[in-house]
């Protein structure tokens, strides 16, 4: 079974720059996460996905993220513009029950 | 009070010890508690979920103190390999949303 796969695995841009990741979640999985990840910090969840609605995304800084899964499979994630606090592994998610299967992250680092 | 709390580390031990974490979490209606283990640079990975009835996987021991809100890890007979970030994860609400500690950092040392 194919795991969760994300892209670009890295990814440097100045600030006020826009980028964009990519997650493939596992064939089959309805709940997609997508987590970010600061340097000595534990996953912190941006935004969950249920097919293709959002079920939460209380921690997602809205005026500058957003995120979308079309189709209920594949999902994008935006941040425009970027700050120097963004930096941080981007981590997607996804399950079909309780255990939660990660991709490998982005690591984005803000100049 | 953060809704999952762990104690950074790092905790260095040698090989062949025993060691224990534990994570408190706020919310009492927690439904469902888990271990993950995350190497450096690399994702977390399932290491074990934490039952009422306490749970045990070879070396490793997880048991839930509900009237405490605090979950431990038990590892038994270290190894070099077990060497690395212990994240605590709380399913607050029965949901499918998952709170992570901030891990704890283990390190064994030859």
């Known amino acids: 079974e194919a795991g969760v796969a994300q892209s670009p695995r890295y990814k440097i841009i100045e600030k006020r720059q826009s980028v964009a990741f990519w997650c493939n979640p596992i064939s089959g999985h309805a709940t997609l996460y997508w987590y970010q990840q600061i340097l000595g910090q534990g996953p912190k969840l941006l935004i969950q996905?249920?097919?293709?609605?959002?079920?939460?995304d209380s921690q997602l800084p809205k005026d500058r993220f957003s995120a979308e899964r079309l189709k209920g499979v594949d999902s994008t994630l935006k941040i425009q513009p970027a700050k120097l606090e963004d930096s941080a592994v981007y981590l997607c998610?996804?399950?079909?029950?309780?255990?939660?299967?990660f991709g490998p992250g982005t690591r984005l680092t803000v100049t | 009070r953060k809704e999952v709390e762990q104690d950074p580390g790092p905790f260095n031990v040698p090989e062949g010890a025993t060691v224990a974490f534990n994570c408190t979490y706020s919310?009492?209606?927690?439904?469902?508690f888990f271990w993950y283990r995350q190497d450096c640079r690399k994702e977390p990975k399932l290491l074990m979920s934490?039952?009422?009835s306490g749970n045990e996987d070879g070396r490793f021991t997880a048991q839930l103190n509900r009237a405490s809100q605090y979950i431990s890890l038990l590892i038994r007979d270290s190894k070099l390999s077990d060497s690395a970030t212990y994240l605590c994860v709380v399913n607050p609400s029965g949901t499918y949303k998952y709170i992570f500690g901030t891990g704890t950092r283990l390190k064994v040392l030859a």
């Open positions: 996905f249920q097919n293709n609605g959002v079920v939460d």
């Open positions: 934490v039952y009422s």
């Open positions: 998610a996804s399950s079909r029950g309780v255990e939660q299967y």
């Open positions: 919310n009492s209606a927690s439904q469902s």
